[in-house]
């Protein structure tokens, strides 16, 4: 159970003012909440990544393509609005401060 002290000790931290008539009703949301923890604290779960729903696995394969030709490359490359260099240009979406 959290005492009255410890109330006004949070309070202080979190730089808010309570009022005396609601410290009641707080300690009682502090001691709902408290022992919602606890009953957490005692429930069994496990950690390994494989027993965890949604377990992101990395999936990977054989790369089946093949390097295209330098005329390809060239064909390609003609087809692009703008470039820079050897580069493909495109627009700017990301501004830094």
Known sequence: MITIKELEHL???SRIELAEEDKKSLIKEFDSILAYVDQLKKVKVSTAAED???AVK?????DLAEPISKEDR???M???PEMVGEFVAVKKIIEQD
């Open 11 to 13: 309070a202080v931290l």
């Open 52 to 54: 965890r729903v949604g």
């Open 58 to 62: 990395n999936v990977s394969r054989r």
């Open 74 to 76: 060239d064909r390609l």
């Open 78 to 80: 003609a087809e692009a």
